[in-house]
């Protein structure tokens, strides 16, 4: 069992910045891939950045390539998004979860297990 919960979202202004974080319990985070996905007022939730259990593999959608990094640390039990650049489109409920597998498959929103209660981002124009 894993529980996630989501830190550092907020209010920023067109071209600002945000670093979100995502606590996790239980021993066996470095076992999960885990991955944020964010979730738009009317719109599907849709995959936005995954990293495998060694923080070797990452991936991203094409809409944060280049502006948004992904990144973890198993000692912390703890992954973050860094979020550069971000325009009025990233405004979403941002979510984070864990899943059991360490390839491809984490870019998939099916393929998750646990997820955490999701964390607000608003940027303004």
């Known amino acids: 069992q894993v529980q996630l919960v989501e830190s550092g979202g907020g209010s920023v202004q067109a071209g600002g910045s945000l670093k979100l974080s995502c606590a996790a319990s239980?021993?066996?985070?470095?076992?999960?891939?885990m991955g944020w996905f964010r979730q738009a007022p009317g719109k599907e939730r849709e995959f936005v950045t995954a990293?495998?259990?060694?923080?070797?593999?990452?991936y991203y959608a094409d809409s944060v390539k280049g502006r948004f990094t992904i990144s973890r640390d198993n000692a912390k039990h703890t992954m973050y998004l860094q979020m550069n650049s971000l325009k009025p489109e990233d405004t979403a409920v941002y979510y984070c979860?864990?899943?059991?597998?360490?390839?491809?498959?984490?870019?998939?929103?099916?393929?998750?297990?646990?997820w955490g209660q999701g964390t607000q981002v608003t940027v303004s124009s």
């Open positions: 990293i495998t259990w060694s923080g070797g593999t990452t």
């Open positions: 239980g021993r066996t985070f470095s076992s999960y891939g």
């Open positions: 979860a864990a899943a059991r597998y360490d390839d491809v498959r984490i870019t998939r929103r099916n393929s998750y297990d646990y």
